[in-house]
């Protein structure tokens, strides 16, 4: 709304997409419910976060904003601060 030149990028869903972000990885295939269901799918919740960390070095936003999805967000939170980006919970 107040810079027309502003892109989003996010690890997200249709409401973000529909806003205008470029959805990288659809939260759709990153919620697991229940305690075997994580520990079924660790090596994928890890692959995820790397990915997303990975996507954020490579393209060096301004600032990261955390939606939700507390367990991912928390980990990706730590990484960014390491690095010095700008965030907002």
């Given at each position: 709304?107040?810079?027309?030149?502003a892109?989003?990028?996010?690890?997200?869903?249709?409401?973000?997409?529909?806003?205008?972000?470029?959805?990288?990885?659809?939260?759709?295939?990153?919620?697991?419910?229940?305690?075997?269901?994580?520990?079924?799918?660790?090596?994928?919740?890890?692959?995820?976060?790397?990915?997303?960390?990975?996507?954020?070095?490579?393209?060096?936003?301004?600032?990261?904003i955390?939606?939700?999805?507390?367990g991912?967000?928390?980990?990706?939170?730590?990484?960014?601060?390491?690095?010095?980006?700008?965030t907002?919970?």
């Amino acid at each position: 709304k107040y810079d027309t030149n502003a892109s989003f990028r996010c690890f997200g869903g249709d409401e973000m997409e529909k806003a205008g972000a470029t959805v990288v990885r659809h939260y759709a295939e990153m919620s697991f419910m229940g305690f075997v269901s994580v520990l079924l799918n660790l090596s994928k919740i890890k692959r995820f976060i790397r990915e997303c960390e990975d996507d954020i070095l490579q393209h060096q936003p301004h600032v990261v904003i955390f939606i939700d999805y507390a367990g991912f967000n928390l980990r990706v939170a730590a990484f960014v601060k390491k690095y010095g980006f700008k965030t907002f919970y």
